[in-house]
């Protein structure tokens, strides 16, 4: 297909997300990005300085019609889509029996339902051009972790979705992976206690946390004609925590 490339980034406004999308505007490619609270100054003239058309749309991932409304926006802009970042995420941190149901819940639709939602969409658009999805999982996906069921239950979930998707499209040159990440500094660590932060370094071989960047990397890295060949995997980018 000719043109510039599209990159659907869910969570792009800020964090993770926000990296990813700086990234694939740095390496040619159209942006749409998604956001649900509010749009930060400069985001958009960002991505726009680095020569990306740069789109951002609100919609909660978790919620079908709005991801129906996202499609619906981005294929009224462009006729194609090229790569899926599913980034959007929370967390909800509490031991199993203080976690509600509701606590359970929320999480499971932000991080793993809203993947089958934006998954299915894009694969429509994607048709037989093909494309490449990367659903951003967790090490603790892979590890488990205390105070996180709701959390680690998603993130092991999109490694599931991920391989199955895999396993369904790649006849279609669609190819799925996922990024898990150890600990990167953004708004979702920041809230650690020094003490915390310290006991985490001591597990990480490389003694430091990620930065946002790194995961972005990986993104572009599984999302271009390098990995052409490369399906169903997932990338941890955690300094050696989990091996
Ligand atoms: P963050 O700074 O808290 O940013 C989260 C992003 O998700 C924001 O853009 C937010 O949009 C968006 N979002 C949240 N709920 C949403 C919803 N219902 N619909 C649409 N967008 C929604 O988090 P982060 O650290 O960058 O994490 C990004 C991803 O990496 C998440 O999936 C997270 O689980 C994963 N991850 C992070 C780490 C880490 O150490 N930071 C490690 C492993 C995996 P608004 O700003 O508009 O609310």
Redesign the pocket.
């Known amino acids: 297909m000719e043109g510039k490339k599209v990159a659907l980034i869910?969570?792009?406004?800020?964090?993770?997300?926000?990296a990813i999308a700086v990234e694939f505007a740095k390496s040619g490619y159209n942006v749409v990005f998604?956001?649900?609270?509010?749009?930060p100054d400069g985001v958009l003239n960002e991505l726009k300085a680095l020569g990306s058309d740069a789109l951002a749309i609100k919609?909660?991932?978790?919620v079908e019609e709005s991801v129906t409304a996202l499609f619906k926006q981005l294929e009224e802009k462009y006729d194609r889509l090229d790569v899926l970042v599913n980034?959007?995420?929370?967390?909800n941190d509490k031991l199993l029996l203080r976690m509600s149901f509701e606590d359970f819940t929320k999480v499971i639709n932000?991080?793993l339902n809203?993947c089958f939602l934006t998954c299915k969409n894009a694969i429509k658009v994607m048709g037989r051009a093909g494309g490449a999805i990367i659903n951003?999982?967790?090490?603790?996906g892979l590890m488990g972790n205390a105070g996180q069921a709701n959390?680690c239950s998603s993130?092991a979930g999109l490694i599931g979705l991920t391989k199955s998707v895999a396993k369904e499209y790649g006849g279609r040159n669609i190819r799925v992976n996922a990024v898990?990440?150890?600990?990167?500094?953004?708004?979702?660590?920041s809230g650690l206690t020094e003490e915390i932060k310290k006991e985490y370094q001591k597990q990480i071989p490389m003694k430091r946390?990620g930065k946002?960047e790194d995961?972005a990397h990986a993104c572009v890295f599984l999302a271009g004609e390098k990995a052409a060949y490369i399906t169903g995997q997932v990338l941890t980018i955690d300094g050696g925590m989990y091996m």
């Open positions: 869910t969570g792009g406004s800020r964090g993770i997300g926000k998604t956001y649900n609270s509010t749009l919609c909660d991932v978790s980034n959007a995420g929370i967390t932000t991080n809203s951003v999982s967790s090490v603790v959390y993130k898990a990440p150890g600990f990167i500094e953004t708004d979702m660590t946390f946002a995961v």
